[in-house]
């Protein structure tokens, strides 16, 4: 009688810790194991990944759509080496992190992603990315048809007209109004601003609102060029 008792309760202790050890694994963070567990996250009517593209030379420039395989990511500048390895240890898409390169204004991290994840798929995970307090930009990448990679730097470039309003008026309204920031004047009516995850979009979408605005002459992203990871 004692054995079948102890037996039952080594096959309880077996059915209790079965069942408890996937409770802090969401299905994103599963990507690493079976990519297809994200296939739920895209759109459910099927529509394509949205082509991208920004102004340079007063013409419009194709990116294509969203690259599947890397992400550019800024932490909280107070934050050490090893703190932003912890941070990104969280996220099972991401695999490792590559060397930080310097804007004006922060340090960016290229991360590589998971393989097999899609462009609507990557789209998701940086919405879900910044919301950890400790990250501060998250963008992704494009493929140029070249093979270069061109991450969305978190600045982009302004060139104001210069007519009645005063340049730095135009562009703080502008700034105000799409919680995005002056970093610093290249001259008189040019300007670098920079985007953070609180703004209205990234580099490259703020660029090209930017671009669309009265009293705007010219506005376009700053890439961070990488090779694959």
């Not at 599947?68 to 912890?86: I, N």
């Not at 990448?141 to 982009?156: D, K, R, T, V």
Request: with cysteine; glycine share 6%.
């Amino acid at each position: 009688m004692k054995i079948n008792i102890l037996w039952i309760n080594a096959l309880l202790l077996i059915i209790i810790f079965s069942s408890c050890r996937n409770d802090n694994v969401s299905p994103i963070r599963n990507v690493r194991f079976d990519p297809g567990l994200l296939n739920p996250l895209q759109a459910a009517d099927g529509a394509p990944c949205i082509s991208h593209s920004y102004y340079y030379n007063d013409a419009e420039k194709s990116l294509g759509t969203v690259y599947g395989g890397m992400v550019l990511l800024s932490f909280s500048q107070e934050l050490t080496y090893e703190e932003v390895t912890a941070a990104v240890g969280r996220y099972g898409y991401i695999e490792a992190l590559g060397q930080p390169v310097q804007s004006n204004s922060a340090r960016l991290y290229p991360a590589r992603l998971a393989a097999g994840l899609s462009c609507r798929q990557v789209q998701t995970l940086l919405a879900d990315i910044a919301k950890d307090p400790a990250v501060r930009y998250a963008a992704p990448y494009f493929e140029s048809a070249g093979g270069e990679l061109l991450g969305i730097s978190n600045e982009f470039i302004v060139r104001v007209e210069t007519g009645r309003m005063p340049a730095a008026q135009v562009l703080q309204r502008l700034a105000n109004a799409t919680r995005t920031e002056v970093v610093s004047s290249l001259s008189e009516d040019t300007f670098v601003l920079r985007a953070d995850k609180n703004s209205r979009g990234n580099a490259l979408e703020m660029a090209n609102f930017f671009q669309k605005q009265p009293h705007i002459k010219h506005a376009e992203p700053d890439f961070v060029v990488s090779l694959a990871m």
